[in-house]
């Protein structure tokens, strides 16, 4: 059973950075995914990022190219969102997320979530 743990939330101005965690327990192998979604208020939940546990592959939403980059401690188990250049219209409730496989930002199999933790962009 793979439970999902999310850090590092909080509230920037426009242009600043924050970093999200998500640490993984469980059994997880080198096939699995993990990634980030996002939800705004009032939007469906959507795709951010995705990487593979264990390889350094990785998918971005276009929205996010070139600002956001996941990452991975495979030792630790632990996923990272570094997220630069932050607009306020990345605003949201950002959610871990694991799948037995996955391509580009669709998940498949088991899936997991994490609780959540907001992200709050002011201009």
């Known amino acids: 059973q793979v439970q999902l743990v999310e850090s590092g939330g909080g509230s920037v101005q426009a242009g600043g950075s924050l970093r999200l965690s998500c640490a993984a327990s469980g059994y997880t192998d080198s096939s699995n995914c993990m990634g980030w979604f996002r939800q705004a208020p009032g939007k469906e939940r959507e795709g951010v990022a995705s990487?593979?546990?264990?390889?350094?592959?990785?998918y971005y939403a276009d929205s996010v190219k070139g600002r956001f980059t996941i990452s991975q401690d495979y030792h630790k188990n632990t996923v990272y969102l570094q997220m630069n250049s932050l607009k306020p219209e990345d605003t949201g409730m950002y959610y871990c997320t694991f799948g037995t496989y996955c391509s580009g930002l669709t998940f498949y199999g088991l899936r997991r979530w994490g609780q959540g933790t907001q992200v709050t962009i002011s201009s």
């Open positions: 990487i593979y546990i264990g390889s350094d592959k990785t």
